[in-house]
């Protein structure tokens, strides 16, 4: 099992390395002319999307924890070789899920933690800092099981945090604080209470990134919170009328009231493992699902400051997170399609790469071969029509009832072939992202 597993890594080593040798080899004078535009408005830094990952395990350990976690045989550990095997097969169709737990810890989280360690599989917890310092033992369980941990701001409160970003920024380094005086870990990872739809504009995303923070939204919402005790059967049947994708980060609870998504925990993993798909933890190379943002925000509050950016940023500095403090100099890394003569360029939250798929906008795609997008209010649906065939359908559920434009990060290799169009040649590279469609 320990060799197949020193295979798969090998393998891993070898296709991406395979895949920066192709793109030093055929376009380095592009690449250099690419690094040459800097896009002064984004601060988002390149390593954002460095394809090495899922090797290292994920947020920053301090060499203690690192080596109590190398010896434990944890489930994580077996879940992140199972994602390294993943880019293995990138393209494949291989399909992750990474089930997230936020609010907590609570009472409710070791019996997750019970349940997560009998299927032998991993997962996040977006923890509160006001938990972590009620509930230390059980923030340290987490991390000594191998799973996840991020920051979900300490004490949650709507008005405080999206009233001004000086008090998220606040709340963001207390609990990075107090999960790293519990567990030795220094997090990258991020969710907004209430996800970032309408709570955060540009400034929140910017300030975070520039920070060195991974913000993830999700893309299945079980529905746990949308009422005080939803029922467990309730739960399943919402997780099991989501829609399906390759990469499932699914929003699920473990805080307080919570009894239901326990209880409906065996059977979420159950379907999920019946449709095929592997567990994973978000690590730092775990592109995130973030939702656009808002045309209109449920706040009105004054625009970040540079000073409240920077204070965030030298707090990530000075505990050794990889932020980027000029956001000015920052590349933002584009991902160019060609057809012919014809190309289409696309920009960062336009196209992803995740556990190995390259994942592009729907509408930008489809409208750049010449098809159309429409959006079937009705059913919450969004439609992409070629060749007056309608060829791709995506449930659209939470952008519909706020009205916003809409769009969807697909599988590249297999909406294409949908449009009967194949690839010829791709190279995806830190300096290079260029993909060329068969004609
Ligand atoms: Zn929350």
Not at 9 to 24: A, N, P, R, T, Y
Not at 170 to 180: G, L, N, P, R
Not at 293 to 314: C, F
């Amino acid at each position: 099992m320990r060799r197949i597993c020193r295979f798969a890594i090998c393998m891993v080593i070898v296709w991406f390395g395979l895949l920066e040798l192709i793109g030093m080899l055929s376009l380095g004078s592009n690449a250099a002319n690419q690094q040459e535009q800097v896009q002064a408005s984004h601060s988002m830094s390149s390593s954002y999307y460095e394809t090495k990952p899922l090797l290292a395990t994920h947020a920053a350990y301090d060499t203690k924890s690192q080596q109590q976690l190398d010896q434990k045989k944890s489930a994580a550990f077996a879940s992140h070789q199972e994602a390294s095997r993943t880019i293995e097969k990138a393209e494949t169709n291989q399909k992750i899920v990474y089930l997230t737990f936020d609010d907590g810890p609570s009472k409710y989280t070791p019996l997750v933690l019970d349940i997560l360690q009998k299927e032998g599989i991993a997962a996040t917890f977006f923890v509160l800092g006001k938990q972590v310092l009620n509930q230390p033992a059980i923030a340290k369980r987490i991390i000594d099981e191998g799973h996840s941990i991020g920051n979900h701001t300490f004490n949650h409160k709507y008005e405080q945090l999206y009233g001004s970003f000086s008090e998220f920024a606040e709340q963001v380094m207390k609990t990075d604080e107090a999960i790293y005086q519990t567990t030795g870990v220094r997090t990258n990872l991020l969710r907004a209470p209430g996800g970032t739809f309408t709570n955060f504009d540009q400034g929140y995303f910017d300030a975070l990134a520039q920070a060195g923070y991974h913000v993830h939204d999700w893309n299945v919402d079980s529905g746990d919170s949308k009422k005080q005790g939803v029922p467990a059967s309730e739960i399943v049947a919402t997780i099991k009328s989501s829609k399906l994708a390759n990469k499932l980060n699914v929003l699920l609870h473990d805080s307080a009231g919570h009894a239901e998504s326990v209880k409906a925990l065996p059977a979420i993993i159950q379907y999920y493992k019946s449709k095929g798909y592997v567990f994973a933890p978000i690590t730092d190379e775990v592109d995130p699902i973030q939702f656009k943002v808002a045309s209109k925000l449920k706040w009105s509050r004054p625009q970040v400051t540079k000073t409240e950016k920077t204070k965030l940023a030298s707090f990530s500095e000075q505990r050794g997170r990889e932020g980027s403090m000029q956001p000015e100099e920052a590349i933002e890394q584009e991902m160019i399609l060609h057809r012919g003569t014809e190309s289409l360029v696309l920009r960062r939250g336009e196209y992803s790469l995740t556990g190995g798929f390259i994942e592009v906008s729907l509408s930008k795609l489809t409208s750049w071969l010449g098809g159309s997008i429409e959006f079937d209010t009705e059913h919450g649906e969004l439609k992409a029509f070629y060749d007056g065939n309608q060829v791709v359908t995506y449930a659209s559920k939470g952008a519909k009832a706020a009205g916003t434009e809409l769009d969807h990060l697909v599988p590249v290799r297999a909406t294409l072939q949908k449009f009967g169009i194949g690839i010829a040649k791709y190279v995806y590279n830190d300096k290079q992202r260029e993909i060329w469609l068969a004609d």
